[in-house]
Structure formats: C-alpha cells, structure tokens
C-alpha cells in the first residue's frame, strides 16, 4: 500500500516524484516492519490508539483553508508536514494551522526524490525548511517524513540527530490524482484503517493534480464520519 523506499545511495536510478516511489515499491524495495523499527522509521500513532490525519505538501493558498475549514467543522486536529518553499509563499496560512491547534512537521523545502540528492544537499534541504518552519510558526518540529516517502540514510541520521520521529503513513487515499474523487478517496484511505493508523492526505495540488485538494476536502466528513463509526478517535501521531 505504502510508497517507501529507503536507500544508503543518494541519486540512485530511481527517478523523480510519486512515479519513481511506486516503481521502487513494485520492484521490492518495500522497508519491511522490522526494518522501519530498526531504522527509526514509523507508521502508526506512537500510542498505538485511535487515528492520525496528516497532510503534505502546504500550504496552499486555496487548499490549506479548504481543509482547515472542514477540520474546524468536524472538531478535529491533524498533522501538517510542511514544505519550506511554500512556508515563504504563504507565511499567513502556515501561521494559521498552528494557531487552529494544528501539529506541524517538516517534509522538505523543496519537494524532490532524496534519492538523487547528495548527502549535503539533503542537509541543506532540511536546514532550510527548519528555519523558515521555526521562523513563521514559531515551533519546532518534532516529526520527519521524507518526500514521497523516499528517506535515504542521510535524511534519516539528521532526524535521528535532532531527535524526531520519522513518521510515514499505513492509509493513504491516492488523492493526489487527476483521476481522484471524494468518494475514492475517502473509501481507500479508510479501508482497514482502525486503532493506530496514520492516514495521508494532501492539502495542496503544487505537486499533484491541478485543483486536487478540492477532491480532499470534500472527502474529509466522509473519513471523519467512517472512523467515527469504527469507535476510533482522532490523536496527534
């Protein structure tokens, strides 16, 4: 279900974006279980209980308050995993998610496959999205997830390092695709998701289908609503 891909070589031949993961993944470079643990990296809720809601690749100047507004509707907080380039194009609504009660974490500045970055440019990535981060939301990240969930063994030391947790997803609902509906997304990122599961949404369309958060947002009651069902609560990963 996952895209994760963990390799020790920057610029390894897989290519860039959403595509070059899933590839990685049909070609069994799947991180097994055991692994992740051992790598630090995780994919459930640190309490094992109820359900979190994260969301990459914002702000978005249209779909950061579009979800926003539906969260706000249904009471319920989520995670953030912030892009330092859209950070600085939108400070107002990066400010905004933390003062609605919003976690945030780091995903990147700007949003490439680590696999074909260097070890310094992974750092000098991260750096810069920590400071704009810190700078316009006045907290500090806690919670790492690399770029289409493609972490290399550079970016996992600096999390490891600054003491955050890397967080992936065990749902996603796909909705970065042109293809996408409410209706699809919100079935497969609820399907078999129950205690401890980190769902993944997005809340901008900058690396996705044009006007793909639309489709987001509008599947957001529906998600709430099926977990709701379930017994299971919305926490913080």
Same mark, same amino acid.
């Given at each position: 279900?996952? $895209?994760?891909?963990?390799?020790?070589?920057?610029?390894?031949?897989?290519?860039?974006?959403?595509?070059?993961?899933?590839?990685?993944?049909? %070609?069994?470079?799947?991180?097994?279980?055991? #692994?992740?643990?051992?790598?630090?990296?995780?994919?459930?809720? $640190?309490?094992? !209980?109820?359900?979190? #809601?994260?969301?990459?690749?914002?702000?978005?100047?249209?779909?950061?308050?579009?979800?926003?507004? /539906?969260? !706000?509707?249904?009471?319920?907080?989520?995670?953030?995993?912030?892009?330092?380039? &859209?950070? #600085?194009?939108?400070?107002?609504? %990066?400010? =905004?998610?933390?003062?609605?009660?919003?976690?945030?974490?780091?995903?990147?500045?700007?949003?490439?496959?680590?696999?074909?970055?260097?070890?310094? &440019?992974?750092?000098?990535? +991260?750096?810069?999205? &920590?400071?704009? +981060?810190? =700078?316009?939301?006045?907290?500090?990240?806690?919670?790492?997830?690399?770029?289409?969930?493609?972490?290399?063994?550079? !970016?996992?030391? #600096?999390?490891?390092?600054?003491?955050?947790?890397?967080?992936?997803?065990?749902?996603?609902?796909?909705?970065? =695709?042109?293809?996408?509906?409410? $209706?699809?997304?919100? /079935?497969?990122?609820?399907?078999?998701?129950?205690?401890?599961?980190?769902?993944?949404?997005?809340?901008?369309?900058?690396?996705?289908?044009?006007?793909?958060?639309?489709?987001?947002?509008? /599947?957001?009651?529906?998600? +709430?609503?099926?977990?709701?069902?379930?017994?299971?609560?919305?926490? $913080?990963?």
């Amino acid at each position: 279900m996952r $895209a994760r891909y963990v390799s020790d070589r920057a610029g390894a031949g897989a290519g860039d974006g959403r595509r070059s993961a899933e590839s990685a993944q049909r %070609a069994g470079g799947l991180v097994g279980a055991a #692994l992740c643990e051992c790598l630090g990296i995780e994919e459930r809720t $640190a309490g094992g !209980a109820g359900y979190a #809601l994260t969301f990459d690749d914002g702000p978005h100047r249209e779909g950061t308050p579009a979800v926003l507004e /539906a969260l !706000a509707g249904a009471d319920v907080r989520a995670t953030f995993f912030l892009v330092g380039e &859209q950070v #600085l194009r939108n400070p107002s609504l %990066a400010a =905004e998610i933390v003062a609605a009660g919003h976690d945030v974490g780091l995903h990147c500045h700007r949003h490439r496959n680590l696999l074909r970055l260097t070890p310094r &440019q992974v750092r000098e990535d +991260i750096d810069r999205a &920590q400071a704009v +981060i810190e =700078e316009v939301t006045g907290r500090s990240p806690a919670l790492y997830r690399p770029p289409y969930g493609v972490a290399n063994a550079a !970016a996992l030391a #600096l999390a490891r390092g600054r003491g955050w947790r890397t967080l992936l997803w065990s749902h996603w609902g796909r909705d970065w =695709e042109a293809r996408a509906t409410p $209706a699809s997304i919100a /079935a497969l990122l609820t399907a078999g998701a129950g205690e401890g599961s980190v769902l993944l949404l997005h809340d901008a369309d900058d690396y996705s289908a044009p006007g793909s958060w639309r489709h987001t947002a509008a /599947a957001l009651p529906r998600v +709430i609503e099926t977990l709701a069902a379930r017994g299971l609560e919305p926490v $913080a990963p």
